[in-house]
């Protein structure tokens, strides 16, 4: 065995959005921006040592709940597994927003994902934001 310690590819209660407060917060320093199928803000420095997210389907596109959930379970499955393209430590709140139509393959919201965390990376290593 190595001396390496395995990361761990969770999706912990800790890395999750919650709590009226919290979510006004990041609404109100947010930036946004878009990625294909996936509209996010983001708003950095929230004083937690970890990342944390909130995934959104609205009812309006999807009536029935069976879709939202599965498009939140192909976001949230996305984002687990490449959370590790945002920097630890910097204690990034984010809020995906599914914004098409149509229901795209896992294939297609992964892509999307990485998009916008690159997009959200690069940002909050500018620093000239915040």
Do not use: W
């Not at 709590?19 to 996010?40: M, P, V």
């Not at 919201?109 to 997009?119: C, I, P, Q, T, Y």
């Amino acid at each position: 065995m190595s001396d390496v310690p395995l990361l761990r590819n969770t999706l912990s209660k800790k890395e999750r959005l919650s709590g009226k407060a919290e979510i006004e917060r990041l609404l109100s320093k947010a930036h946004y921006g878009n990625a294909d199928c996936i509209r996010y803000c983001f708003a950095a420095g929230s004083g937690e040592d970890c990342n944390r997210i909130m995934v959104s389907v609205p009812k309006k596109l999807f009536h029935r709940a069976v879709r939202r959930n599965l498009l939140k379970r192909r976001i949230r499955e996305s984002y687990r597994t490449q959370k590790n393209l945002l920097p630890d430590g910097k204690g990034i709140d984010i809020l995906f927003m599914y914004n098409s139509k149509d229901i795209f393959d896992y294939r297609s919201v992964k892509l999307s994902m990485e998009k916008a965390l690159n997009e959200i990376s690069n940002s909050v290593s500018d620093d000239s934001h915040f």
